[in-house]
């Protein structure tokens, strides 16, 4: 069981938390930037387009914020945070 054996969720929590980290410490475009290169490698993954879209809507860019933020409920329907903020953003 290698590396590339590791369940998605497992990747997101390695891959995942720098984003976070980068995000909470007010650096925007090195979190934005880190969320885009995990998305293309995996793309299915709901919390980190939701992430994106945070640090997306933080910089102000709303129309990339919602794009992810519809990324992820497409791709968790119960994801109720990004519903949340998606209806929010719509509504504006």
């Known amino acids: 069981s290698g590396a590339n054996s590791l369940h998605p969720m497992t990747v997101l929590d390695f ?3 720098d984003g ?3 995000a909470q410490h007010g650096d925007l475009p090195a979190a934005i ?11 299915h993954l709901a919390a980190v387009h939701f992430n994106l879209g945070n640090a997306l809507r933080d910089s102000r860019r ?5 794009q992810h933020y519809q990324a992820a409920v497409q791709l968790e329907p119960g994801h109720v945070a990004a519903r949340e ?3 929010q953003l719509l509504a504006r």
Do not use: Q
């Open 15 to 17: 891959e995942g938390a």
């Open 20 to 22: 976070v980290a980068l």
């Open 33 to 43: 930037g880190h969320y885009e290169r995990v998305l293309s490698r995996h793309p």
């Open 62 to 66: 709303m129309d990339e914020a919602v």
């Open 85 to 87: 903020v998606l209806r």
